[in-house]
Nanobody, 119 residues
Framework: QVQLEESGGGMVQAGGSMTLSCTASGNIFNQNIMGWYRQAPGKRREQVAQMTEGGSTDYRDSVKGRFTISRNIANNTVTLQMNSLKPKNTADYYC?????????????WGQGTQVTISS
């Protein structure tokens, strides 16, 4: 079983920056993807950014150029640096790891961390 522990979050003014971190522990399989999702009140959960072990990244269009995802493979950590934050970025942010075993995809989620951007 894989566990994810998130840190960061809180409140910042619009235009500010914030860093979220997530560390995975447990039975971590190779060739996994770690990323960040968010869910605003009344909305569906959506992908923000993700990164493979090989370094390939995928960002939501609305965060490109402002958010940067990075990974420390040795420490099983993924970090999301968020700059130029906007009030509409307010949401609960969730870390996720996904991997395959015997052709089956597995996904594990962190508990979520609240991000509030004040105007």
């Amino acid at each position: 079983q894989v566990q994810l522990e998130e840190s960061g979050g809180g409140m910042v003014q619009a235009g500010g920056s914030m860093t979220l971190s997530c560390t995975a522990s447990g039975n971590i399989f190779n060739q996994n993807i770690m990323g960040w999702y968010r869910q605003a009140p009344g909305k569906r959960r959506e992908q923000v950014a993700q990164m493979t072990e090989g370094g390939s990244t995928d960002y939501r269009d609305s965060v490109k150029g402002r958010f940067t995802i990075s990974r420390n493979i040795a420490n099983n950590t993924v970090t999301l640096q968020m700059n130029s934050l906007k009030p509409k970025n307010t949401a609960d942010y969730y870390c996720r790891i996904s991997y395959y075993t015997l052709g089956t995809e597995h996904k594990r989620w962190g508990q979520g961390t609240q991000v509030t951007i004040s105007s």
